[in-house]
């Protein structure tokens, strides 16, 4: 298993897919259970969702002597713009307006430029100048949550605008992303995973594999494919390069995730309605 599937990426992982369409809230026990799959252990996972409640993405409320913990606002909003960004559901034409946030935080404050910097990444923006940040997607509700969140509203300021500049959008592009270095990832996404779609599809077709094994597939996959959020912007059509593989990873993705995931989902009800019927 890769050294980089960690626990905590797992849950997210689980989260993200299955547990906030089933009421947000899972108890413990399932949780462990489902997390057994991928070979992590009982102390890995209640170490793993104690850094994530510290870290303000759980909460946790008892129920008898039951523990159960369900996402807070700040986990669901990153899990519904993950989701978004990850099943890429349809967006309107660009109207070439471009967003643009600059901060001045202190020095004092280092440790909150250092987490805002890493989240703008994660969002989609790109670095033009020494604190000055673009995007030409509506992020603006991404932008007033991050600010809220760090408490930075002194040090922030953000515009919508339109580039007047000597060079082309395309170019303004190429300053604050290495759209090449994306294709390469993403070309090599779509060589690693094509053949184990066509070998899965026909086990499953064959009855050939477990529930179990294709809940690990998918979430592996989905864990494999959701790395692009740190590094794709998610630009629209009119500024990505005419031999953009970014579309045909997509496809692959939705693809293979779709035949795992009527088994995936039916390994995951029963470790979750296990766990409700422990409850009553």
């Known amino acids: 298993m890769d050294k980089n599937f960690s626990t905590r990426s797992m849950i997210f992982t689980i989260y993200g897919d299955y547990i906030r369409h089933y009421g947000?809230?899972?108890?413990?026990?399932?949780?462990?259970?489902?997390?057994?799959?991928?070979?992590?252990?009982?102390?890995?996972?209640?170490?793993?969702?104690s850094r994530m409640s510290k870290q303000g993405w759980l909460k946790s409320e008892k129920r008898g002597n039951k523990s159960y913990y369900f996402l807070t606002e700040q986990g669901v909003a990153r899990m519904k713009e993950a989701s978004k960004r990850i099943y890429k559901e349809p967006?309107?034409?660009?109207?070439?307006?471009?967003?643009?946030?600059?901060?001045?935080?202190?020095?004092?404050?280092?440790?909150?430029?250092?987490?805002?910097?890493?989240?703008?990444?994660?969002?989609g923006f790109g670095l033009l100048s020494n604190s000055c940040?673009?995007?030409?997607?509506?992020?603006?509700?991404?932008?007033t949550r991050m600010i809220k969140k760090y408490e930075i509203e002194d040090y922030v300021s953000y515009f919508q605008a339109t580039y007047k500049g000597m060079q082309t959008n395309e170019e303004l592009v190429k300053k604050c992303w290495d759209l090449d270095e994306i294709n390469e990832r993403y070309a090599q996404f779509i060589e690693q995973y094509s053949q184990k779609y066509v070998i899965d599809k026909s086990k499953i077709n064959k009855n050939e594999i477990s529930d179990s094994s294709c809940f690990v597939k998918s979430a592996w996959l989905v864990h494999q494919y959701r790395k692009f959020l740190f590094i794709d912007p998610s630009l629209p059509d009119e500024l990505l390069p005419e031999k953009w593989l970014g579309d045909s990873a997509t496809s692959l993705f939705k693809d293979y995730n779709n035949i795992l995931s009527k088994p995936a989902k039916r390994f995951f009800e029963s470790i979750f309605e296990l766990g409700e019927l422990i409850e009553q």
Do not use: C
């Open 91 to 123: 967006t309107p034409p660009w109207e070439g307006k471009w967003w643009i946030l600059v901060y001045t935080i202190p020095e004092e404050k280092r440790h909150l430029r250092d987490k805002l910097r890493e989240e703008l990444v994660w969002s």
């Open 24 to 49: 947000n809230v899972i108890w413990i026990g399932s949780l462990i259970k489902l997390l057994e799959a991928f070979g992590h252990n009982e102390q890995a996972v209640r170490a793993a969702v």
């Open 133 to 143: 940040w673009i995007t030409p997607n509506d992020l603006e509700d991404e932008m």
